[in-house]
């Protein structure tokens, strides 16, 4: 069974800057993606970044220049450095684990942790 916990969401001012962790536990194989999603009030659950284990990033362009996606692979940890901070990136972030093999891929979703920013 894989878990995924998240930390590091809160309240901050506009401009600044929030950093999200997200280690995973349990059986990863290791061909995956690591990334972040978030979901705003009302509105769908899109992604904002991910790293695959060959190497590759993939931004939201909302986000482009502004945060940073890194994995440690011996933790199995993924983080999200966010800068430059808007009102709009207010939401609730999702840590996100996709694992494929030969016979399948699965998906799998932190709990979520809140990312507020005032203006």
């Known amino acids: 069974q894989v878990q995924l916990v998240e930390s590091g969401g809160g309240l901050v001012q506009a401009g600044g800057s929030l950093r999200l962790s997200c280690a995973a536990s349990g059986s990863i194989f290791s061909v995956n993606i690591m990334g972040w999603y978030r979901q705003a009030p009302e509105k769908q659950r899109e992604l904002v970044a991910d790293?695959?284990?060959?190497?590759?990033?993939n931004y939201a362009d909302s986000v482009k220049g502004r945060f940073t996606i890194s994995r440690d692979n011996a933790k199995n940890t993924v983080y999200l450095q966010m800068n430059s901070l808007k009102s709009e990136d207010t939401a609730v972030y999702y840590c996100n684990l996709k694992i494929f093999t030969p016979w399948s891929t699965r998906e799998y979703w932190g709990q979520g942790t809140q990312v507020t920013v005032s203006s």
């Open positions: 790293f695959s284990s060959g190497g590759r990033t």
